[in-house]
């Protein structure tokens, strides 16, 4: 049986975007297909040696703004904030983020950094887009080891003979 | 049924941790052994059918009863 491929190319940079990429790339490694994940503009952010990221409820209504403790009734509210006030509060994003990584513990799914070490642990090949490193003032030493760097056409010549080829 | 080798306790993981704790266990284990997971995530019953079907490793019984999931799958 020959190998099945798997391309992705990340592109998005904040925690609740992080997992699509990671979670299809570690189950897909499991279930036996060869790899590989292209990191790109702010999916940089999930190569990164030290994960920083944050998830944003502003402009989004389509995220839940539920809380992650308390009784259930207290839970269950949907805290319907409007955009304006989001904006003007400082330090919101960091309150959501909280409050997220929250959620993500006591629905037993695995942190982003776990999914990653899971995904390295499977062979799952990743590469960072130079041009898009060097137009961000990254440098190779803030991302993490065994990272390989290369163009559209490194990625192509995988893509080209991958069975599922995703972009998210 | 009673006989497996191993067992794994998968309870209160989520999509897609209970499939990739199976993964690593099955492999520091012998062809034709059994691997029993307990799960909890209601997923897990689709998933652990799609898992045995592409990587040919035998779902043997699947069950459920009182909110846990128990499978076994013999490695292939």
Redesign the interface.
């Known amino acids: 049986m020959s190998e099945k491929k798997l391309a992705i190319i990340a592109t998005k940079g904040t925690l609740d975007w992080a997992y699509p990429p990671l979670i299809l790339a570690s189950t897909a490694a499991a279930l036996g297909y060869q790899t590989e994940i292209f990191f790109t503009f702010y999916g940089l952010k999930l190569v990164e040696k030290k994960l920083d990221l944050k998830v944003s409820p502003l402009g989004n209504p389509g995220m839940p703004m539920k809380m992650p403790f308390g009784p259930k009734w207290f839970r269950g509210i949907n805290w319907n904030i409007p955009n304006a006030v989001q904006a003007i509060v400082p330090g919101f994003e960091s309150l959501a983020t909280t409050l997220m990584k929250q959620t993500v513990k006591n629905n037993g799914v695995a942190s982003i950094g776990e999914l990653r070490d899971l995904c390295r642990e499977a062979d799952v090949k990743m590469i960072a887009c130079q041009m898009t490193v060097e137009l961000f003032g990254f440098k190779h030493s803030d991302f993490i080891d065994g990272l390989e760097f290369g163009g559209a056409a490194t990625f192509f010549e995988f893509a080209g003979e991958s069975d599922v080829c995703l972009f998210i | 049924m009673a006989n497996f080798d191993k067992e794994l306790d998968a309870r209160?993981?989520?999509?897609?941790?209970p499939?990739?704790r199976?993964?690593k266990t099955l492999q520091d284990m012998g062809a034709g052994q059994t691997l029993k997971i307990v799960a909890?995530?209601p997923g897990s019953v689709k998933d652990f059918q799609a898992?045995a079907k592409?990587?040919?490793n035998e779902l043997l019984e699947s069950a459920e009863a009182g909110g846990e999931y128990t499978f076994f799958i013999k490695k292939k």
Do not use: E
Not at chain 2, 12 to 17: A, E, I, K, Q, V
């Open positions: 209160g993981l989520n999509c897609p941790l499939i990739l199976t993964k909890t995530d898992f592409q990587t040919g």
